[in-house]
T-cell receptor, first 110, second 110 residues
């Protein structure tokens, strides 16, 4: 069964303090790894798709990287508006199911 | 322009009632999904339809029945609601691998 584990569960950073969120996964046939942002009371917002080990994607202060066992979401000089829950998910190419982790709740303190 | 929309946004009902949640996407995507997010914020797939055909049907009670009148719509009907059905239900759509989520329907069963 596909599994996705995210750490830490919660992270509090000062504004401008860079850090990384981790997503470890096991999947029989990885078709893609996805990062989403979810704000309270809203649906997940698509951020990135990574398809193969070594791939990197960037968007503003966020950078996602992928290895064969895990993905990192690096956040550089974060701002309070980056506060949200960040969700990682893997798409299994065998059954076409998207399996989510439980997320990292990120709080950026001004 | 709302890409994936759901109605209603909130649904409060009594145990034993039957209710429906509607989803529409204007992205031209071929595949639509229903997810359930529990109180611990864990997102889990329930159903997936591709061009009105059911392709994923997770082990959910048969009180839950999805219906896709056309590829832009996927509705979820729930019979004999139970307390444990209280959750946030998200609709999503995709063309290819990346899924785009609606704003969610918050269901509370009393």
């Amino acid at each position: 069964e596909d599994q996705v584990t995210q750490s830490p569960e919660a992270l509090r950073l000062q504004e401008g303090e860079s850090s990384s969120l981790n997503c470890s996964y096991t999947v029989s046939g990885l078709r893609g790894l996805f990062w989403y942002r979810q704000d309270p009371g809203k649906g997940p917002e698509f951020l990135f798709t990574l398809y193969s080990a070594g791939e990197e994607k960037e968007k503003e202060r966020l950078k996602a990287t992928l290895t064969k066992k895990e993905s990192f979401l690096h956040i550089t000089a974060p701002k309070p508006e980056d506060s949200a829950t960040y969700l990682c998910a893997v798409l299994d190419g065998g059954n076409e199911k998207l399996t989510f982790g439980t997320g990292t709740r990120l709080t950026i303190i001004p | 322009d709302t890409a994936v929309s759901q109605t209603p946004k909130y649904l409060v009902t009594q145990m034993g009632n039957d209710k429906s949640i509607k989803c529409e996407q204007n992205l031209g995507h071929d595949t639509m999904y229903w997810y359930k997010q529990d109180s611990k914020k864990f997102l889990k797939i329930m159903f997936s339809y591709n061009n009105k055909e059911l392709i994923i049907n997770e082990t959910v009670p048969n009180r839950f029945s999805p219906k896709s009148p056309d590829k832009a719509h996927l509705n979820l009907h729930i019979n004999s609601l139970e307390l444990g059905d209280s959750a946030v239900y998200f609709c999503a759509s995709s063309l290819g691998t990346s899924q785009y989520f609606g704003p969610g329907t918050r269901l509370l069963v009393l």
